[in-house]
C-alpha cells in the first residue's frame, strides 16, 4: 500500500477536488470579511429606542410577534396598518374591525394582568389618560413593554400611527396611512373653503337629561372636527372641553344643525323634536337633526377621517349633492 505521503496532488483526484473546495470556501470568507460582516442578517437591528407620549423610553425588541393593545383606538390603527394577525389580547370595547371580536378579551377600564402578562406579549399599546391609568406602570413593573399613545389633536394622532409603525418596523405602512388621511382630510377642507355661511352645530353626546345636555367644548377632537367640516361649535366659547349646557342657554344660541352622538343610546331625531321647548329650535324645525356613529369621532384612530368626511355631509348636504 503506498503512504499518503507518497500520492500527488494529480494521481488523487478526490484529494484535487477537496483542495479546490476548501480554497473557494477560504475565498468567500475573505470576501466576507473585507465587507464588514459574515452576512446580511449582521446588520439587522435587534431592538428601537423611542419616546412614547408620556416621555417615557422605551426600548422595543424586535421581532414583535404578539401584540396586546388596551384600547379600541390602538386596536383601530394595528389593523390599519396590516397588524391584526399580531394582536393576542384585545379590550372588551374593542369591536373594529369585526376581527377584532375574535381576539381574546383581556378586559376593560381596568385589564386583566395576569391575563396579559399569560398572553406573552413582546408590545403592549396603552392609551394615557388624566391621570394615566394604574395599569401602565403595573404593567412595566411585571417586565412588559409599554407603548403610550395620548393623542391630542390631528397631529399628534398621525405622530402616534408613525410611532407605532416605528415600533414594529412597519414605517412605510405608517407613512402611507398618514398621507392617505391627510389628502383626505384636505379634500373636505377644500371642498368647504369656500363656502360663505359656516352653520352652528350643537353636538350632542349625552341627552340623557334633556334640560342639561352634554356636549364637547374646546379642545375637544369634536370641536375641531366640526370647524374641518364647515362648521362653528355651538360650545366651543365654553369653559371645558366636556360641559353641561343649560337647554334654555341652547335653545337662546339656535343651532342651525344638531348631531346626535348619543344616537347608539337609543336618541332620535323624533324623540329630540319632543324635549320640552327644543320644538322652536331652528335645527328641529328644519330637519336638521342627525344621529352619527360617535367612535369615528371620539376614538383617536384612522376613522377619524370617515367622522369628518360624515360630519361635512351632515353640515353642508348640499355639497355633496
Known amino acids: ?61 424586535w421581532p414583535v410577534e404578539r401584540i396586546v393593545s388596551l384600547a379600541p383606538s390602538n386596536t383601530e390603527i394595528a389593523f390599519a396598518l396590516g397588524l391584526g394577525d399580531l394582536l393576542v389580547g384585545v379590550t372588551d370595547f374593542c369591536d373594529y374591525p ?12 381596568e385589564p386583566n394582568l395576569e391575563q396579559i402578562v399569560a398572553l406573552d406579549p413582546d408590545l403592549v399599546l396603552a392609551i394615557g389618560g388624566e391621570p394615566e391609568p394604574a395599569s401602565i406602570g403595573q404593567l412595566r413593573d411585571l417586565g412588559l413593554t409599554v407603548l403610550v399613545l395620548k393623542p391630542g389633536d390631528l397631529e399628534a394622532l398621525y405622530q402616534d400611527i408613525e410611532l407605532v409603525g416605528q415600533a414594529v418596523g412597519a414605517e412605510q405602512e405608517a407613512e402611507a396611512l398618514v398621507s392617505d388621511m391627510q389628502e383626505r382630510i384636505e379634500a373636505v377642507t377644500t371642498l368647504t373653503a369656500d363656502v360663505e355661511e359656516l352653520p352652528l352645530v350643537f353636538y350632542e353626546l349625552d341627552g340623557t337629561d334633556p ?46 344643525v344638531i348631531v346626535l352622538g348619543d344616537a347608539a343610546w337609543g336618541v332620535t331625531p323624533e324623540s329630540v323634536a319632543e324635549r320640552p321647548g327644543w320644538d322652536v329650535i331652528a335645527a328641529v324645525q328644519a330637519g336638521n337633526v342627525y344621529p352619527i356613529d360617535d367612535n369615528l369621532i371620539s376614538r383617536p384612530g384612522p376613522r377619524v377621517v370617515d367622522g369628518i368626511e360624515e ?11
Open 311 to 321: 360630519l361635512a355631509r351632515l353640515i353642508h348636504p348640499e355639497l355633496f349633492d
Open 1 to 61: 500500500m503506498e503512504k499518503m505521503s507518497d500520492i500527488t496532488y494529480e494521481e488523487d483526484p478526490v484529494f484535487k477536488h477537496r483542495v479546490l473546495l476548501a480554497v473557494v470556501v477560504l475565498a468567500l470568507a475573505t470576501g466576507l470579511a473585507a465587507c464588514g460582516g459574515a452576512g446580511p442578517e449582521s446588520d439587522q437591528p435587534t431592538s428601537v429606542t423611542l419616546t412614547d407620549d408620556i416621555g417615557s423610553t422605551v426600548e422595543v425588541a
Open 98 to 109: 369585526a376581527e377584532a371580536l375574535e381576539i381574546e378579551k383581556i378586559g376593560g377600564v
Open 211 to 256: 334640560s342639561r345636555p352634554w356636549t364637547a367644548g374646546p379642545g375637544s377632537w369634536h370641536d375641531e372636527f366640526i370647524r374641518l367640516a364647515g362648521g362653528v361649535n355651538l360650545a366651543g366659547d365654553l369653559d371645558t372641553a366636556w360641559v353641561q349646557i343649560n337647554a334654555e342657554e341652547l335653545v337662546a344660541r339656535d343651532p342651525e
